[in-house]
Every structure is written in structure tokens, then in C-alpha cells.
């Protein structure tokens, strides 16, 4: 350990000002702010994110995929529209239920997720049947793949600590400057 050199005195030690960490407070909080509408924005373009509208006409169509996420189909809320999904081979690909559910409505158009499923690559072939005159079926990325919501729970949790610290120093700061001597 260092000893201050005889007849100087050691440096005092500087306390960061209250407009200091008052600035970083509000520099925190308005950081909060800006995770949290982003977070959202990711949040809510995941849902309405299509990648293609199939007609419900017991005819094959290709669809190409932005990627090798999970997929959910959603058909006319209520309708009895149901499609099958193959890979470029034209082997079937399996397709899983809906854990809970999942609507969507856009421009009054009311949606529903009937089923997911895992793509093997670029594009798919999806056909699907129901009855003459419903909305056309939509493909698109499933809201609730591992990444999106890790990546949810990310922008939630750097919104959380941020503000919380902002919070926290701008008590801080109102503390002391009430409590400095007039």
C-alpha cells in the first residue's frame, strides 16, 4: 500500500455531484423507456408477421419461409379450414396443436392458430380444404418460439434494471440535495 509523500497531503476523495447522479438517473430511465417500446415493437411484428396467404381451395401452394423458425397456420376464426404441410421432397410434415389460444385480427379480420410445425428449409407446400367462401389460411412465424421469447424476456429485464437504477439515483440524488447544508 502507497503512502502519501511527507508534507502532501493524500488527494480527498471526490464525491460525484447531485445534478451527476441525477443526469445518469434520468439518462437510465429514459434508456428503460426506449427498451421497453422496443421490446414491444418486437413483441407485437412477430405477431402479425405473415409469410404467406394460402386460399382454402384443396390446391397445393408453395411457400417460401424467411427462415427455419417455427411456423403456425391460422385459418378464419370459427371456419372449418384445415391444411397439410410438405417439404420440398413432398414427404408430410407433421404438424402440432396450439397450446392455448391464439387469435389475431387484422383490418377485422379475426384469426385463429390451429396448428404449428417445424420447417426443414426454405419453402413448403401447403394445401388447404374447408368450406367455399372463408379467408384465405395465413403462414407465418409462431409468437412463441424459444428465441423470440428469450429475446422478449431480455428487453423486458434490461427495461427493468434500467429503470429501477434511473429510479434509484434520482432518489438519490433528491435525497442529498435536500439534506446538503443550506
Known amino acids: 500500500m502507497s503512502q502519501p509523500l511527507p508534507g502532501y497531503p493524500a488527494p480527498p476523495r471526490r464525491r460525484k455531484g447531485v445534478k451527476g447522479v441525477a443526469i445518469t ?3 437510465c430511465v429514459a434508456l428503460a423507456v426506449v427498451a ?3 421490446t ?3 413483441l407485437v411484428m412477430g405477431l402479425f408477421s405473415t ?3 394460402v386460399p382454402v381451395d384443396g390446391q397445393p ?3 417460401s419461409l424467411d427462415g427455419d423458425a417455427e411456423r403456425m ?3 378464419e376464426d370459427g371456419s372449418d379450414a384445415r391444411c397439410t404441410v410438405r417439404d420440398a421432397d413432398g414427404d408430410e410434415i407433421p404438424l402440432d396443436g396450439v397450446g392455448g389460444e391464439v387469435t389475431r385480427s387484422v383490418n377485422g379480420e379475426d384469426r385463429e392458430g390451429v396448428s404449428t410445425f417445424e ?3 426454405g419453402s413448403v407446400e401447403v394445401t388447404c380444404t374447408g368450406s367455399a367462401g372463408q379467408l384465405d389460411a395465413q403462414v407465418g412465424e409462431s409468437p412463441f418460439t424459444g428465441t423470440r421469447i428469450t429475446m422478449i424476456a431480455v ?3 434490461v427495461s427493468a434494471i434500467l429503470g429501477v437504477t434511473g429510479v434509484v439515483l434520482l432518489v438519490v440524488a433528491l435525497v442529498r440535495k435536500v439534506s446538503r447544508p443550506a
Do not use: K, L, R, Y
Open 73 to 75: 397456420i391460422f385459418v
Open 51 to 53: 409469410d404467406a396467404e
Open 61 to 63: 401452394h408453395n411457400v
Open 155 to 157: 428487453g423486458f429485464g
Open 36 to 38: 421497453m417500446i422496443g
Open 40 to 42: 414491444m415493437v418486437f
Open 25 to 27: 438517473g434520468a439518462i
Open 119 to 121: 420447417p426443414d428449409g
